[in-house]
């Protein structure tokens, strides 16, 4: 069982000093490094978030479909890879990443914003007339993300959250392609959430090698195998990705068994790190 | 508890139910399930008694009885066969159906070995770990810290494609497995469709089977990825006056399983559900059985618009009672007289009971075993209510059982109101034989013996 390494928390409760060691031992003290690194990650994805999506806005002001569409993925890698950040302020997640899903008119309704909502206009009207404010609302969106972001104090149980939390968001909406569902380019998307996790777990490694060697084996095992496969799916000398409608069954199937051990095994890093 | 089970002697009450509890209330309770008519009998003398009743308090379709069932129900687990089969059928049940991440022999020991594990646990009941609370808890948590067995039983059967799919397990394949082709009268939704392997969940509550499947999905995550379940239900019913047991009703307001045969018949459940030497099927395939799944629904609005006469000339049998149409006063454990209705005029010819059982010599090879559940899907797009019938049913030959009859029924009248939408061929694996031995066993076994 992969639950093994997990330590019971019987003894804990008893007042085993041993025992509750074995979680706590990572002092959130130790984080300031990691945590400060990732800062500078996400503000680094952030900013070039905020270039890229002026390009893609002017193209779609511009009305040039091609250069839009060509731009649509790679301007989101940015974002999804800094999700879980971007996510504690709803309302700008909500303004630059929600589906048709998360309205009761889907498409048509007018409160549907951001990404989608113009991916939605490039892919199946093949035009960018109708979003030229959407387009606006959604560069002050992104800038408005990054002051917030430049101000913010990083939580260390939110970076480290962040790994799983990235995992979950692929499993939730990417492994079923419903993310960029007009588009198809959620094999970028899928790219960028794991690039995100991996780099946090790639942060706070060092604090837990030693103990935590068989665990990070398994999911090195994981990230691995989901690259792999992504691998097979470049284009353009891995500059991008193919249609996600090209990922075979079986392919598809191999990374969601992946990822939700991913989302599993991650789900305990805030506690292997003595974290709430 | 975890004891080894037997293969049940026929008409042992307690083997074939499995709720091996020592108190006086509980026998009471167990005979109580086989049936209403074992109730004065179980009084009188214990389960011996239920010898004195005829063949139809063993039907695994019998309705669960009200005020029965109770959460310390449990149903042995070691066994010749797997549970979940031949035993009675609890108010809940689900087929959950996966692709299997395993491409060596030993990936597929590993999952094997990790779902007997959770099986053992979750059908036994007892205490999850409990973790430091920083960390995500061992368990759902939704039946509670102390998670009773609830009659849970885990089924595990294997699809087509996981021998299909792997060159090293093709040549091991159960002879009669294939991939569920399409009927005349089917829609298949391939989201709905197939699977390298399946776990039939059955309990007393539906918190019970949730609790299980969630369980697994946690701690299979990386060699189990659902692709499909279907959820249904039995009607749990009030004894009768009579103190008769009944088929529970499916949604066509019929009784369902009246003519299935006596699960408590072990030389009869040996011949039609239960792999054989006689079958000419790989050596580790001994002991298991076909397991045929359709997901079936039924148009309900149309068919409560049917006239009476019609429902009842579809199926065969009377509405109320449950009695042939030959003999519209007996029981519904009464069986029809075609030799005396050959033109069909009381039974017709067409109707789903006959084709499906013509009662001739002939075939009486190709009885099947039904343990089927009802289902809710709530409302289509068409704002038609989503409803039918989670049809499951074992036999020891898959093209003599589920196939046959299927092709009888092919072009029935009934059609109008059904419309299969689902399903698989899967074959259920032989028990787990004692502690320490593990699903598969066998087959994993002759994989890996050096081939001749
Ligand atoms: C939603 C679909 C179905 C409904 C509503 C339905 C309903 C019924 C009913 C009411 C009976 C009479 C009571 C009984 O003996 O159980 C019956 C009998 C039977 N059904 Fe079905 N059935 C369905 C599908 C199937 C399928 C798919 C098969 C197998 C291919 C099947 C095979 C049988 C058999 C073998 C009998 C017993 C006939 C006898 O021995 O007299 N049924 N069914
Ligand atoms: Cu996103």
Redesign the interface.
Known sequence: ???KH?????A??AGSVAS?VA?AQSAPLDLVGPVAEYKIYVSENVDQLARETAKFVAAVKAGDVARAKALYAPTRVYYERVEPIAELFSDLDAAIDSRADDYEGAEKDPEFPGFHRIEYSLWEKNSASDVKQVADKLLADVKELQARIGKLTFPPEVVVGGAAVLMEEVAATKISGEENRYSKVDLWDFKANTDGSYKIVELVRPLIEKKEAKFLAEVDK?FKTVYDILKLYETNGGKGYVSYEKLTDKDR??M???I??L??DL??L???L??? | MMTKQETPAPRDVTARKGTRIPDAPTNRRMALKMGVAALGAAWMGGVGAASRLGGHETNVTNAPVTNIASPEDRVPFFGKHQSGVINLRPANGMIASFSVLAETPDALERLFRRLTERAIFLTHGGTPPEYDPRLPPADSGILGPHIPPDALTITVSLGNSLFEDRPWLKPHKPRRLIRMTRFPNDALDAALCHGDLNLQICANTQDTTQHALRDILKNLADQLVLRWMQEGNVPVIQPGPDGLAESARNLLGFRDGSANPDAGDEALMNHLVWVGPERNEPAWALGGSYQAVRIIRNFVERWDRAPLWEQEAFIGRTKVTGAPLDKPYAKESDVPDYTRDPEGEKTPLDSHIRLANDRTPETQDNIILRRPFNYFNGVAKNGQLDQGLLFICYQADLEKGFITVQRRLDGEPLEEYLKPVGGGYFFTLPGVAHEGDYFGSALIAAVRAPAH
Do not use: F, Q, Y
């Open positions: 069982m992969n639950i997990l330590i019971p928390t019987m804990l409760l509750g979680l994981n199937t191999v969601a068994a992946a939700n051990k989302a599993e789900s305990t805030r506690g292997k003595g974290l709430k």
